[in-house]
């Protein structure tokens, strides 16, 4: 019979595991109006706001929603503080303005997310509602 002390648990069959904070975009129930050039002009300063943001280091991940929900996109930062997550979208335009609502969670995952330090995102791009 073997001793069941001995068998590793579940838990110790986890990767290493890593702090970050989990952020989602969601479109509000009755945002602003805008014009369609006043959109335009807001989606391009949001997606170089993004892309700095990823360049920095400080998102490791981001990327839209694809269906058609109040769920827009989904980040992934560098920090286990969700203050931090805060300051750094502050100035995004798009969440700066209410034409997106931000909701920030800390967050447990595989230290592997951060993999791509370093990296240069490429092909970073979002399709306008």
Do not use: C, K
Request: without cysteine.
């Amino acid at each position: 019979m073997t001793d069941p002390a001995a068998a590793p648990s579940e838990r110790d069959r986890l990767p290493p595991m890593a702090h970050y904070v989990l952020g989602l975009l969601r479109r509000p129930t009755q945002p602003p109006p805008r014009t369609e050039r006043e959109a335009d002009e807001l989606q391009e300063r949001h997606l170089s706001h993004l892309r700095g943001l990823r360049e920095s280091g400080e998102l490791i991940a981001v990327g839209p929603i694809l269906d058609d929900v109040p769920l827009r996109g989904v980040l992934v930062f560098r920090t286990d503080r969700v203050d931090r997550a805060r300051d750094l979208m502050r100035s995004d335009p798009l969440v700066a303005a209410g034409y997106l609502l931000l909701e920030l969670y800390a967050w447990y995952a595989p230290a592997g997310l951060a993999a791509t330090e370093g990296a240069t995102p490429t092909g970073l791009t979002f399709e306008t509602d």
